[in-house]
């Protein structure tokens, strides 16, 4: 079963406009939420979190909002930019028994920007 | 400044062989995960390492193992391969259970 989920497989936005990155979640458990983005052939790069005592985190152009009731979070980048193209994830930790947090992740949203 | 480091980038190995992965952490993170991503899929969770001791294990097969080394280096023992393991393996490093930082990956190709 998918505890993190990103049901949008893709998004294009216009440069300059807002693009929204949806993410819910079913893991009561979980206490920090990451979101990374990704460019073919490379790792993961971590752009925002937001610990789930918190309701907002901006950083920039990146705003991370959190609905803990709602399970949702959703990423805001704006103005958006060409080089935002990229696959986002979204990502959730719980702390394990064995003391590390592991990242449970959605399975990706592809934002294009167009010029 | 200094990022999580994987060798190889690449490799290309036959079924049945062995394959060892190398993750050299950012200096003074005390955490390393390994984590496989398969064609179209998202990163899921193998094992992770703090203070070189194992912490946590995910869905990593049996015929895998790991460890962390006195310099906090990792590295993944593969055992067996299958077809099923072509993937792209990455590792990350935190500090203190903060932000996981990532490095590129090693692609392994199984033929």
């Known amino acids: 079963d998918q505890q993190v989920k990103q049901n949008s497989p893709s998004l294009s936005v216009q440069e300059g406009r807002i693009s929204i990155l949806n993410c819910d979640y079913t893991n009561s458990m979980f206490d920090y939420f990451l979101w990374y983005k990704k460019y073919p052939a490379e790792g993961p790069t971590f752009l925002i979190s937001i610990s789930s005592i918190k309701d907002k985190n901006e950083d920039g152009r990146f705003t991370v909002f959190l609905n803990k009731s709602a399970k949702h979070l959703s990423l805001h980048i704006v103005p958006s930019q060409p080089g935002d193209s990229a696959v986002y994830f979204c990502?959730?930790?719980?702390?394990?028994?064995?003391?590390?947090?592991?990242?449970?992740f959605g399975k990706g949203t592809k934002l294009t920007v167009n010029p | 400044a200094a990022g999580v480091i994987q060798s190889p980038r690449h490799l290309i190995k036959e079924k049945r062989e062995t394959a060892t992965l190398k993750c050299y952490p950012i200096p003074r993170h005390d955490t390393v995960y390994w984590y496989q991503q398969g064609p179209g899929q998202d990163p899921q969770f193998l094992i992770s390492f703090y203070e070189k001791m194992q912490s946590d294990k995910g869905s990593i097969p049996d015929r895998f193992s790991a460890q962390q080394f006195s310099d906090y280096h990792s590295e993944l023992n593969m055992s067996s391969l299958e077809l099923g393991d072509s993937a792209l393996y990455f590792c990350?490093?935190?500090?203190?259970?903060?932000?996981?930082?990532f490095g590129p990956g090693t692609r392994l190709t199984v033929l």
């Open positions: 990350a490093s935190s500090l203190n259970y903060n932000e996981q930082f």
């Open positions: 990502a959730a930790t719980a702390e394990t028994q064995g003391g590390s947090e592991k990242l449970v």
